[in-house]
């Protein structure tokens, strides 16, 4: 399985952004997707996932109400979205995949990243 994440890019502090991860080489159907992301000089983090019919999801408490996690199974796509951005929001994010909860030592696979910037 292939990730590609896109959608990063410079917004200003209360601005929003959307991810999006595509997942090619297999149907993802049957997994959970997510996003983890690591800031300079820190460990990489939880942000959200979503499981495989997309009727269960979970946050990060930083982002609880900021952040919307979806996906489509017919595209093998999940998303992003990102309200309210903070400077402290400001990583590399990666989508991963893998059984739910989706927890990072049990991610199977993780997309190259992309790059988020927060500017205060």
């Known amino acids: 399985v292939q990730l590609q994440a896109s959608g990063g890019g410079l917004v200003q502090a209360g601005g929003s952004l959307r991810l999006s991860c595509a997942a090619s080489?297999?149907?993802?159907?049957?997994?959970?997707m997510g996003w983890f992301r690591q800031a300079s000089g820190k460990e990489r983090e939880f942000v959200a996932a979503?499981?495989?019919?997309?009727?269960?999801?979970r946050y990060a408490d930083s982002v609880e109400g900021r952040f919307t996690i979806s996906r489509d199974n017919a595209k093998n796509t999940v998303y992003l979205q990102m309200n309210s951005l903070k400077p402290e929001d400001t990583a590399v994010y990666y989508c991963?995949?893998?059984?739910?909860?989706?927890?990072?030592?049990?991610?199977?696979?993780w997309g190259q990243g992309t790059q988020v910037t927060v500017s205060s």
């Open positions: 080489g297999r149907s993802v159907s049957k997994y959970a």
């Open positions: 991963a995949l893998g059984p739910w909860p989706l927890r990072t030592v049990s991610v199977d696979y």
């Open positions: 979503i499981n495989w019919g997309g009727r269960s999801t």
